[in-house]
């Protein structure tokens, strides 16, 4: 009997042990380029984790630098580290992160559709594989009548975005029709990368009244470039994000990619703390959005913004 008891004494002792024992994780972020929508949600992801975590993870942020060759160098170095999670920030990072592990959970932010990024055909809301999520789509819709709402003399919308960037080209594809049905000749103009950025700006800007710039990474890290062809031009850009309206557009539908990092880092817990199966989550999207302006360009271009808009921060 005073055996059992040592015995049963032993037993519960070792599981109050394994209890106290906090386990400790390794997360790997990769990040396609620097700028201001994706450096918040990285930061936005990297917060949500430490509030819940501090000292239990680890979190190797990386970032490429727009070559997405660098992207599937950091996730093999990730790999190699025997990472618990990765975390990819954009849809290239994405992309090599996938052709790389099947094994280790991914999630991805700044993403606008999974089915288009990962070549999904019945989608679902998941991805039955080792892939979740967030999506920084906003709704592509609202985004045409809004230009509609501030331009509704113009005629001709020309979509200027990166051809290298399918996510892009899937936000035009749709967007096309909306302003189709609203009356507008819409053009496409696509740049492959910041090298010809500014000469297909100014093609642009020479055949439209508008443009439209959708959550484009490229073209995020270029607003300076084609501000400087389009304020001279006298053409104002409609964007679909707060941080390529700053820099050169006059207005975006926008959602806040801190936010949506934040999601991103609450369905990392759930993923390493709480066992929640990554194939069958649900990709997740942006609590809200937010008409935002940019007071500065909206005065150079003369246009006249409604009351429900919110000023951008400067």
């Given at each position: 009997m005073k055996k059992m008891l040592a015995i049963l004494?032993?037993?519960?002792?070792?599981?109050?042990?394994?209890?106290?024992?906090?386990?400790?994780?390794?997360?790997?972020?990769?990040?396609?380029?620097?700028?201001?929508?994706?450096?918040?949600?990285?930061?936005?992801?990297?917060?949500?984790?430490?509030?819940?975590l501090g000292d239990a993870v680890t979190i190797d942020v990386q970032n490429a630098s727009g070559d997405s060759n660098t992207c599937s160098t950091i996730v093999n170095t990730f790999i190699a580290n025997d990472v618990d999670l990765i975390m990819t920030n954009a849809t290239p990072a994405l992309q090599a992160a996938v052709a790389a592990t099947g094994d280790i959970p991914i999630l991805g932010t700044s993403v606008t559709d999974y089915a288009t990024a990962l070549d999904i055909d019945d989608w679902t809301g998941h991805t039955g594989m080792n892939v979740s999520g967030t999506s920084d789509l906003a709704p592509l819709k609202e985004q045409a009548e809004m230009l509609q709402e501030l331009f509704p003399e113009a005629k001709k919308v020309g979509l200027l975005y990166c051809s290298a960037e399918p996510n892009s080209k899937y936000q035009v594809e749709v967007i096309t029709e909306y302003?189709?049905?609203?009356?507008?000749?819409?053009?496409?103009?696509?740049?492959?990368?910041?090298?010809?950025?500014?000469?297909?700006?100014?093609?642009?800007?020479?055949?439209?009244?508008?443009?439209?710039?959708?959550?484009d990474n490229t073209?995020?890290?270029?607003?300076?470039?084609?501000?400087?062809?389009?304020?001279?031009?006298?053409?104002?850009?409609?964007?679909?994000?707060e941080g390529i309206a700053a820099g050169c557009g006059v207005a975006a539908l926008s959602i806040n990619y801190y936010d949506l990092g934040y999601t991103t880092g609450e369905m990392a817990y759930e993923i390493l703390v709480d066992g929640a199966d990554v194939s069958t989550m649900d990709v997740r999207f942006a609590p809200k959005v937010e008409k935002k302006y940019n007071a500065e360009l909206c005065e150079v271009f003369g246009v006249e913004v409604p009351e429900d808009y919110v000023a951008i921060e400067q």
């Amino acid at each position: 009997m005073k055996k059992m008891l040592a015995i049963l004494i032993i037993a519960v002792l070792s599981l109050t042990a394994n209890a106290m024992a906090q386990d400790t994780y390794s997360v790997g972020v990769s990040q396609l380029v620097q700028h201001v929508a994706l450096d918040a949600a990285t930061q936005g992801f990297v917060d949500a984790l430490t509030e819940k975590l501090g000292d239990a993870v680890t979190i190797d942020v990386q970032n490429a630098s727009g070559d997405s060759n660098t992207c599937s160098t950091i996730v093999n170095t990730f790999i190699a580290n025997d990472v618990d999670l990765i975390m990819t920030n954009a849809t290239p990072a994405l992309q090599a992160a996938v052709a790389a592990t099947g094994d280790i959970p991914i999630l991805g932010t700044s993403v606008t559709d999974y089915a288009t990024a990962l070549d999904i055909d019945d989608w679902t809301g998941h991805t039955g594989m080792n892939v979740s999520g967030t999506s920084d789509l906003a709704p592509l819709k609202e985004q045409a009548e809004m230009l509609q709402e501030l331009f509704p003399e113009a005629k001709k919308v020309g979509l200027l975005y990166c051809s290298a960037e399918p996510n892009s080209k899937y936000q035009v594809e749709v967007i096309t029709e909306y302003l189709t049905e609203l009356g507008y000749e819409c053009t496409e103009f696509t740049f492959a990368d910041s090298n010809d950025v500014a000469s297909v700006t100014q093609n642009a800007a020479d055949n439209s009244d508008v443009l439209y710039i959708p959550t484009d990474n490229t073209a995020a890290s270029c607003t300076e470039a084609i501000r400087n062809v389009l304020e001279p031009a006298g053409v104002p850009a409609v964007v679909g994000e707060e941080g390529i309206a700053a820099g050169c557009g006059v207005a975006a539908l926008s959602i806040n990619y801190y936010d949506l990092g934040y999601t991103t880092g609450e369905m990392a817990y759930e993923i390493l703390v709480d066992g929640a199966d990554v194939s069958t989550m649900d990709v997740r999207f942006a609590p809200k959005v937010e008409k935002k302006y940019n007071a500065e360009l909206c005065e150079v271009f003369g246009v006249e913004v409604p009351e429900d808009y919110v000023a951008i921060e400067q």
